[in-house]
């Protein structure tokens, strides 16, 4: 088993920034990759970015160059530093891992950006 706490999040204005925190907990130590999905209201939930053990990141193409995801194994935290925030990034933000073939979610944190 493995536990995710999600924090972080707030209202901010656009162009601000925030910086979202993911502790794990449990059976850490097989946590091969980490990613960061988001939430929008009415929408499907989609992978921001994603963390692989040896360091490899991934991100999906409207966060590029905005969003920087990051992963602590010392203290099992996971991080995803988002600048230049736009009103199109509101929604909640969930961490997220496989291990063994199941998958573990946070309970999420709420972004909103206002114009």
């Known amino acids: 088993q493995v536990q995710l706490v999600e924090s972080g999040g707030g209202l901010v204005q656009a162009g601000g920034s925030l910086r979202l925190s993911c502790v794990a907990s449990?059976?850490?130590?097989?946590?091969?990759?980490m990613g960061w999905y988001r939430q929008a209201p009415g929408k499907q939930r989609e992978l921001v970015a994603s963390?692989?053990?040896?360091?490899?990141?991934n991100y999906e193409d409207s966060v590029k160059g905005r969003f920087t995801i990051s992963w602590d194994k010392a203290i099992n935290t996971m991080y995803l530093e988002m600048d230049n925030l736009k009103p199109e990034d509101t929604g909640v933000y969930f961490c997220?891992?496989?291990?063994?073939?199941?998958?573990?979610w946070g309970q999420g944190t709420q972004v909103t950006v206002s114009s």
């Open positions: 449990g059976k850490t130590s097989v946590i091969d990759a």
């Open positions: 997220n891992t496989d291990v063994w073939g199941i998958e573990f």
């Open positions: 963390i692989f053990s040896g360091g490899h990141t």
